[in-house]
């Protein structure tokens, strides 16, 4: 049997100290990994006949790199900014000018957090916003994409 070629490709973006996940402050990331999320990615994407692109920087301008780049080449972006989430008017820039559909993905519920964190610069632009529902919000918002992008193959109600 042959692999089926992927329908489209969405991108994931992890920004600042997500590379440290497993082991930084476990109580609220849990002990998952960036590499366990990577792999959750590529297998919920290629549950939807997509492929998962997986990106992470510390930088912000290497995140808005990777953002310009999957301009007309990707289905949809999925993005934990981390703390450039309340901070970087120039990703939210990016982002609108990618043209993209976006989600938005916390792994902690940011609005149970400190009072800054209750903001971000994204929300208004992305097509969804997943808080609170640790790594499995980025298999949400992959799948949300592939709807969104009529890829998905038909659920059973």
Known sequence: MTAQTPRGTVLV??????????????????????????????EAAAG???????????????????IHAARGKVLGLVLNA???????????????????PLVEV???????????RHHSYLSDIAKAVIAGAGVLGYRFAIEYLADLTETRKPVAL
């Open 82 to 100: 981390g703390a450039y989430t309340h901070t970087s008017v120039a990703i939210r820039d990016a982002i609108a000018a990618a043209e993209l």
């Open 48 to 66: 939807q006949g997509l492929a998962a692109e997986c990106f992470q920087s510390n930088h912000e301008g290497a995140i808005i790199d990777a």
């Open 13 to 42: 973006i992890n920004g600042p100290n997500l590379n440290l996940l497993g082991t930084r402050e476990p109580e609220k990331y849990g002990t998952h990994t960036l590499a366990d999320i990577e792999r959750l990615c590529a």
């Open 106 to 116: 916390h792994i902690t519920n940011v609005h149970a957090r400190e009072p800054f």
